[in-house]
């Protein structure tokens, strides 16, 4: 094995990894369980001091 065929083999690698990984990063933002707490994030620049929603 030569560095060239290592170097395919990790750049392979490396798309599969970032592809699951961006892939799990979606499906946590648009699972419906997570909704109330990005709600809740969005409206932190709305809120003044002491001001609960």
């Known amino acids: ?3 060239d065929s290592i170097t395919v083999a990790l ?3 490396w798309t599969v ?3 699951l990984l961006f ?3 979606v ?3 648009m699972w419906p369980g997570n909704r109330g707490k ?3 994030a ?3 620049p709305l809120k ?3 001001q609960e929603f």
């Open 17 to 19: 990894w970032l592809a």
């Open 48 to 50: 003044e001091d002491g």
């Open 38 to 40: 990005f709600e809740d």
């Open 27 to 29: 499906v946590y933002a």
């Open 42 to 44: 969005s409206r932190i």
């Open 11 to 13: 750049r392979s690698f």
């Open 1 to 3: 094995m030569d560095l």
């Open 23 to 25: 892939t799990g990063i």
